[in-house]
């Protein structure tokens, strides 16, 4: 029997085969390397191209505190006085006329006169037949007084979209509890809208 001994040159030339592979695959592993590298490059290129951010806005000012306008009459329905009081306050000195302060009360002051009568006459009839009707006569005198309500609020609305949004001012007719007592009154809240302080273009 005769044994075929491989040939050395076919050794060799496997031997110089691996050798090529490994050296491509270590060419390859660089140029990813380099590759990264660029792609890092750029992205750091373009953020340093990119604008800064811009400022935040700025925060608006403190408002001062509202200013209550309290009930001044001697009939007072459901927390509801029949006539606010006209006297203009010092902390809207600069703010409005004192002109244009009295005409709006006196119109809301009208609105009270025109309706609140009514809901007095119909609470008088409600208490007299309350226990007749087990508390439904009362119904109508509250339904008038949500109604009375809802008139100054939209009369408000009015004088705001007029006058005072202009001037920085806002009215509106809110509960509050009373000073005397812990029941509960309706009163005409002046608040101060927020300014937001304006800068000097550079």
Request: overall charge negative.
């Amino acid at each position: 029997m005769s044994v075929l001994l491989p040939n050395m040159a076919d050794f060799d030339t496997i031997y110089e085969l691996e050798e090529e592979e490994e050296e491509e695959e270590d060419e390859g592993e660089e140029g990813d390397g380099e590759a990264a590298e660029c792609e890092e490059s750029v992205v750091r290129t373009s953020e340093e191209l990119l604008p800064p951010p811009p400022p935040p806005p700025p925060w608006p000012r403190e408002a001062p505190e509202p200013v209550a306008v309290r009930g001044a009459g001697q009939i007072t329905v459901f927390g509801l006085s029949n006539k606010f009081d006209t006297e203009f306050p010092s902390v809207l000195t600069g703010k409005v006329a004192p002109e244009e302060f009295k005409t709006s009360i006196s119109r809301v002051n009208a609105c009270l006169k025109k309706n609140l009568p009514i809901n007095v006459k119909w609470l008088l009839c409600g208490c007299l037949c309350c226990c007749c009707t087990l508390g439904c006569s009362l119904w109508p005198a509250v339904c008038l007084t949500k109604r009375t309500r809802r008139s100054i609020q939209k009369l408000l609305e009015w004088e705001n979209n007029r006058l005072y949004h202009k001037l920085g001012l806002h009215w509106k007719l809110s509960r509050r509890k009373c000073e005397t007592s812990n029941m509960m009154e309706y009163v005409i809240l002046i608040e101060f809208l927020p300014k937001y302080p304006i800068f000097r273009p550079d």
